[in-house]
């Protein structure tokens, strides 16, 4: 059974740094692997999103601040996330899809979800 577990969450300033983790147990090479956030009162927003081979695509509002990466013998996902925003202030969520991201459909049943894990920007 796929199931992604997230850490590495919590406060920072603005200008921070954090580096997300997550283990994604039940997944091989055939998996995409991505990070979505929610903020309150917004919509979910996908982050960014990698193929098994490190192929990688970013939100627009992310680019050059955050980067993502796969241990694929660790099945774990990361995203380092430097000069952070209060915009940036959210749950973050890791999810794995099993196709090439192009064609991920991140919804469940085809889409498999973390809990989350909380990011506080302070301006």
């Known amino acids: 059974q796929v199931q992604p577990v997230e850490s590495g969450g919590g406060s920072v300033p603005s200008g921070g740094s954090l580096r997300l983790s997550c283990i994604v147990s039940?997944?091989?090479?055939?998996?995409?692997l991505g990070w979505f956030r929610q903020g309150s009162g917004k919509e979910r927003e996908r982050v960014a999103t990698i193929d098994s081979d490190g192929t990688s695509s970013y939100a627009d509002p992310v680019k050059g601040r955050f980067t993502i990466s796969r241990d694929n013998a660790k099945n774990t996902l990361y995203l380092q996330m430097d000069s952070l925003k209060s915009e940036d202030t959210a749950m973050y969520f890791c999810?794995?899809?099993?196709?090439?991201?192009?064609?991920?459909?991140?919804?469940?049943?085809?889409?498999?979800w973390g809990r989350g894990t909380q990011v506080t920007v302070s301006s």
């Open positions: 999810v794995a899809a099993r196709s090439v991201c192009v064609w991920a459909d991140w919804d469940p049943p085809f889409g498999y």
């Open positions: 039940g997944v091989d090479n055939e998996y995409c």
